[in-house]
């Protein structure tokens, strides 16, 4: 492996908590930790351990185990020159090799249902004389922001009832600490850290750190354990009066033979992203700076739950989301730190509604009974959606007289293409956008199992949809039409949005040789390695690179940058129009599967990141881990290019 390689690891804890870092050990983010815990999950954030350094004395010398960047270019401690392999699977694992023939592995776990981050070291061939120090590099801040140095930081290390903590400041959690080795206290500030991607972000890339002391270790003798916690009941309760070794190996057992429950890891990394909140389930839309969304949580549930079998888990999902419909609406995102809902998505309702629908056929497949309540919420939640999206409802959602969807004010962004900086809406949309009316329709045919009259308007959208959005002189679909909600006024970028008309949902709009047409479009212009563009680049709004200032980043958001997820939609269009043959199946996995595939070891190792640029090389941009990407790689996988042999036997189960 390089020694310097920026691929970036995650282990969760289920809650909305992570330990996150590069291959080669450098934080390279404000959001690389040891340890970040959500204390509302998955809500209310903390990065509370941030780093360590870490050294090992053998009787040839000192030797680092850590890498650490601080600014001006300046790299100490340095262990790239002895570290030997990197692995992420079944969880990060590092190998150094040191001068005199010293090897140390070092691993790190995160225990699932619990904020604990559990920390080894060992040695892989005896020797005398081997010890280990290890530095915690403390903050106790929210992760979007940084830390610097300041007179309310607490250095002491505290100890009570079997217990040890640090309490850096008021009104912070505590952090618990549990080791094999012997402390000493020797309080610092450590100045300067740089994080090289954050300046790429349009962001400052500096932070201080506090190193309240060191554990030393006597590897000789036997492997060194440190874990630490966010302090909640649970948490206090295990470490108190613990065995490090003890509680570690457990930890480690216990995890060993979860992940080994699922089928491939890529299954393993979807699971990543279920998380609690409260007695309920949903989906964090990705690590590190994503909460819960309403739009990322009911796309992501198609691969995450249902093409995995996982039905239980979408009924818990489906029930808890149901309760939060207002006027029509469910709420794009619940705050960080707050659970106060934001219902501004045009979408997120219509997602939630064909989730359910599909989640219901499932249950069907697999002989599973559906009982009355289960089915009383669905369908009043499903219901009150339809309802007030066919009488209108916030910003402007309405159904207008020929049965589609209009949406839209201005200052306000309801799509999914929904960038917004400052009072700049970065792509508006208003009018009535290709892929809300493809939902739209999907959505009124799950409603039609039980009130019929839904299937009438759905009739309408179709017939409506198909006299508007064709251009035959473009050869593809319109992007919006009645844009600005001027009647006639059309949108003829080429954009993926057409593709949810196209496949990507259970009923498509247009078929036949208009669809091919499209299709061939799409791909033609937008395809890359990482997924469809957002912005066909002969278009004179195409940004080819996601660069500079946020200004210039989030211009660039849905102007041409690659989105992963939409391979999905791209992919089953593609075969749908191709007849849905075997060999169309067996070519599209050559061609698109595999080459999404070879991604998962490009930048959040075993995870799709969430977008790239437009122009090549396709450099991976956003956020490294991206429910909704891995999400529609798994459903490619399971559903849509699996042969029938796969599909019967995914039914049966």
Not at 10 to 23: F, K, W
Not at 40 to 67: C, H, I, K, M
Not at 394 to 422: E, H, N
Not at 512 to 520: C, T
């Amino acid at each position: 492996m390089s020694p310097r390689d920026l691929r970036e690891w995650l282990e969760t804890d289920g809650l909305g908590g992570y330990s996150m870092g590069t291959a080669s050990g450098v934080r390279t983010r404000r959001y690389h930790g040891v340890l970040l815990a959500a204390l509302q999950p998955p809500s209310d954030r903390w990065l509370l351990v941030n780093g360590f350094d870490a050294w090992v004395t053998t009787p040839t010398g000192e030797y680092a185990l850590s890498t650490q960047a601080y600014g001006g270019g300046v790299t100490q401690p340095d262990a790239t020159p002895y570290l030997e392999s990197f692995a992420y699977e079944p969880w990060p694992t590092w190998v150094f090799a040191l001068p005199d023939g010293t090897r140390i592995e070092h691993q790190l776990v995160r225990r699932h249902g619990a904020p604990v981050a559990a920390l080894s070291w060992k040695l892989l061939e005896k020797r005398k004389g081997v010890s280990l120090r290890v530095r915690p590099l403390l903050s106790g801040r929210d992760p979007h922001g940084a830390q610097f140095v300041n007179d309310a930081l607490r250095f002491e290390l505290h100890a009570a009832d079997g217990l040890t903590w640090w309490a850096p400041y008021e009104r912070v959690p505590q952090t618990l600490t549990l080791a094999n080795g012997a402390y000493t206290a020797a309080p610092e500030w450590l100045r300067g850290f740089f994080y090289e991607i954050e300046p790429r972000r349009g962001l400052d890339g500096s932070e201080d750190l506090a190193a309240a002391g060191s554990y030393t270790f006597d590897l000789s003798a036997r492997e060194a354990d440190w874990l630490v916690a966010a302090d909640t009941p649970a948490t206090r309760e295990m470490f108190a009066g613990a065995d490090a070794a003890v509680l570690g190996r457990s930890l480690r057992r216990r995890e060993a033979e979860r992940r080994r429950r699922f089928p491939s890891p890529l299954e393993r990394a979807g699971d990543e992203y279920l998380v609690q909140r409260g007695d309920n389930l949903t989906v964090i839309a990705g690590y590190p700076w994503f909460g819960d969304w309403g739009r990322d949580t009911f796309i992501a549930m198609r691969g995450l739950c249902l093409a995995t079998d996982r039905l239980d888990d979408a009924r818990a999902m489906l029930l808890a989301w149901a309760g939060a419909v207002s006027e029509g609406m469910l709420p794009n995102r619940f705050g960080d730190a707050a659970d106060i809902p934001e219902y501004n998505a045009v979408d997120a309702s219509l997602w939630y509604v064909i989730a359910a629908g599909e989640w219901l056929d499932a249950m069907a497949a697999a002989e599973r009974r559906v009982t009355g309540p289960t089915q009383g919420a669905l369908r009043g939640a499903i219901e009150a959606i339809l309802r007030g999206y066919s009488a209108g409802t916030r910003y402007g959602i309405r159904m207008d007289s020929d049965a589609l969807i209009a949406q839209g004010v201005p200052g306000v962004q309801l799509t999914w293409m929904d960038a917004k900086v400052d009072d700049w809406v970065v792509t508006p949309r208003i009018g009535k956008p290709v892929e809300v009316q493809a939902l739209w329709l999907n959505a009124l045919l799950v409603g039609a199992r039980w009130e019929p009259h839904w299937r009438q308007v759905a009739a309408r959208v179709r017939a409506s949809f198909l006299e508007r959005f064709w251009s035959e002189g473009h050869g593809h679909l319109f992007d919006v039409v009645d844009a600005d909600h001027e009647p006639g006024k059309v949108d003829a970028s080429l954009r993926p949005n057409q593709l949810f008309a196209l496949g990507g949902l259970p009923e498509v709009l247009i078929e036949g040789e208009r669809a091919w047409r499209a299709v061939d479009a799409c791909e033609r212009a937008l395809w890359t390695p990482f997924g469809p563009r957002s912005l066909a680049p002969d278009d004179p709004q195409y940004r080819g690179t996601m660069a500079g200032s946020v200004h210039d980043r989030d211009g660039a958001y849905h102007n041409g940058t690659v989105w992963p997820w939409l391979s999905g939609a791209f992919v089953e269009s593609w075969v749908r129009v191709r007849g849905g043959t075997p060999a169309a199946k067996r070519e599209a996995r050559e061609r698109f599967l595999a080459t999404l595939q070879g991604q998962l070891a490009v930048a959040g190792l075993g995870h799709l990141t969430e977008v790239a640029d437009g122009d090549a090389p396709h450099a991976p941009q956003g956020c490294p881990f991206q429910a909704w990407s891995v999400s529609e790689l798994i459903r490619l996988e399971r559903v849509v290019l699996a042969d029938e042999r796969q599909s019967g036997k995914r039914r049966k189960r």
